[in-house]
């Protein structure tokens, strides 16, 4: 974005802003990007930093009119991605896809402005769309975790089980939440008729999380061969829990037993439903 027609001077004060910026110094470093932009009032890289740290401040407004001024000198990708954003986080999505896609006019290979545009496409449930975008993201790195994590919930959503898979696969080193992941891997291999699988990664889920661990030794007693020892009478096993349940407020233990003993009995959609219910409990 810095060409060799900025003299020399207005660079040494970009710099000098940029590090002020990077060690949390705003307010100086918007004082040097001035002075960078007296010296050189073209300086579309100093407009296009004060935008960004307006926007770390808050001031959506006068971020705007930054990379609005920026524009004028120069439609550069990186301003027209920045500018989106903001429009993007205002929920404007029909003016953010505006200026993603014509920063991908002039940088098809873009990999944030494809991101950006898959996302809009996905928040507005265009999901052939955001997959075109999203797909583009991972021609450029395979494991942009965002773009897989989208994906993921597409193939999911499309009942295509393995594709989901192979997304969780390029991330699940450098996701955050283990919990997440295990648990979408548990219900991809629910639907893949692979309940061994589902039940550990399921279990792996619960570990993830330490007020779990006291619950690993009785899920791994839970299997197909010795369940009827476990828990006696299926139907009754769950009766019971299900009646009890409807005159407290459900622990997070219950959720537990009552989950598994439904994958046990193929119910997996009630399984799933009991599942995505503990995030919400430890809110």
């Excluded at 009766?239 to 349940?245: A, K, N, S, T």
Aim: proline share 2%; aromatic share 12%.
């Amino acid at each position: 974005m810095i060409t060799n027609s900025v003299p020399r001077d207005a660079v040494v004060i970009y710099n000098r802003a940029l590090d002020l910026s990077n060690r949390g110094k705003l307010d100086a470093a918007l004082a040097e990007y001035w002075k960078a932009i007296d010296l050189y009032p073209e300086f579309v890289a100093a407009y296009n930093n004060i935008g960004e740290i307006h926007a770390r401040k808050g001031d959506s407004e006068k971020a705007i009119e930054s990379y609005l001024e920026a524009l004028k000198i120069d439609k550069h990708h990186r301003v027209l991605l920045n500018l989106g954003v903001e429009h993007f986080n205002r929920d404007n999505l029909d003016q953010a896809l505006k200026y993603f896609t014509e920063a991908l006019s002039r940088e098809p290979q873009f990999l944030e402005g494809n991101y950006y545009a898959g996302l809009v496409h996905y928040n507005r449930k265009n999901f052939k769309k955001a997959e075109k975008f999203l797909g583009t993201v991972l021609g450029i790195d395979q494991r942009h975790v965002k773009a897989n994590l989208l994906l993921a919930h597409i193939y999911y959503e499309g009942k295509q089980y393995r594709k989901t898979i192979e997304c969780l696969d390029r991330i699940k080193d450098l996701a955050e939440d283990r919990s997440f992941i295990n648990r979408f891997y548990g219900f991809c291999h629910f639907y893949l008729g692979m309940y061994d699988k589902a039940v550990k990664y399921l279990t792996e889920a619960l570990e993830c999380r330490p007020e779990y661990a006291r619950f690993k030794k009785y899920l791994e007693k839970m299997t197909y061969e010795n369940k009827l020892q476990e828990v006696g009478d299926l139907e009754q096993a769950i009766g019971e829990i299900e009646q009890e349940l409807a005159s407290r407020e459900p622990q997070v233990i219950d959720l537990t037993k009552l989950s598994m003993l439904y994958i046990f009995k193929g119910e997996y959609k009630k399984a799933e439903k009991l599942i995505q219910s503990y995030k919400k409990k430890l809110a």
